[in-house]
T-cell receptor, first 115, second 110 residues
Framework: ETGVTQTPRHLVMGMTNKKSLKCEQHLGHNAMYWYKQSAKKPLELMFVYSLEERVENNSVPSRFSPECPNSSHLFLHLHTLQPEDSALYLC??????????????FGSGTRLTVV | QKEVEQDPGPLSVPEGAIVSLNCTYSNSAFQYFMWYRQYSRKGPELLMYTYSSGNKEDGRFTAQVDKSSKYISLFIRDSQPSDSATYLCAIGESASKIIFGSGTRLSIRP
């Protein structure tokens, strides 16, 4: 496999469920990201793992919990979500060097529906 | 005022036309300028990136940055139906502070 792979592609979950989104990158990049894409809204950065340090967007609710066990894998743990959390969740990776970023490689996303 | 503004379109042009897509930004500290293309049901795909004012060309695509006006453009020459997609600008001051525009939906009519 090449690039950035996200699973599952589609997920329907109830508000009381717990689920996890998985992302894997095969590019040797050293930074990984979670983005939320809602209809007619800009991509919203949720979490960044850069050189193994986590940088958070403080507006992300605690019902979203990221995990980055190594530089190739990224998870987003979900619990007690709300219907407004329904969106496309995109994982991305990039190579950062000397403070520069050479652009993101995105996965195809997980389409999440909260019922 | 939003930090990055992008006209959402939709924009419809005939095949072969030159397409101009634009974004404005408010923070003069921004130094990363990128354009992404997103097809339906896919993640965004990096088309162009630059760190400086001026033009950068790649095939039929030209990215233009005017830092004095805080304005960036993407030009597509000889547009093809396969160019129909949503185009996102992404601008920021550091690797972890990239702000995306809301995207312009482009349709190329055969």
């Amino acid at each position: 496999e090449t690039g950035v792979t996200q699973t599952p592609r589609h997920l329907v979950m109830g508000m009381t469920n717990k689920k996890s989104l998985k992302c894997e990158q095969h590019l040797g990049h050293n930074a990984m990201y979670w983005y939320k894409q809602s209809a007619k809204k800009p991509l919203e950065l949720m979490f960044v793992y850069s050189l193994e340090e986590r940088v958070e967007n403080n507006s992300v609710p605690s019902r979203f919990s990221p995990e980055c066990p190594n530089s190739s894998h990224l998870f987003l743990h979900l619990h007690t979500l709300q219907p407004e959390d329904s969106a496309l969740y995109l994982c991305a990776s990039s190579q950062e060097a000397l403070g520069l970023n050479y652009g993101y490689t995105f996965g195809s996303g997980t389409r999440l529906t909260v019922v | 005022q939003k930090e990055v503004e992008q006209d959402p379109g939709p924009l419809s042009v005939p095949e072969g036309a030159i397409v101009s897509l634009n974004c404005t930004y408010s923070n003069s500290a921004f130094q990363y300028f990128m354009w992404y293309r997103q097809y339906s049901r896919k993640g965004p795909e990096l088309l162009m990136y630059t760190y400086s004012s001026g033009n950068k060309e790649d095939g039929r695509f030209t990215a233009q940055v005017d830092k004095s006006s805080k304005y960036i453009s993407l030009f597509i020459r000889d547009s093809q139906p396969s160019d129909s997609a949503t185009y996102l600008c992404a601008i920021g001051e550091s690797a972890s502070k990239i702000i995306f525009g809301s995207g312009t939906r482009l349709s190329i009519r055969p």
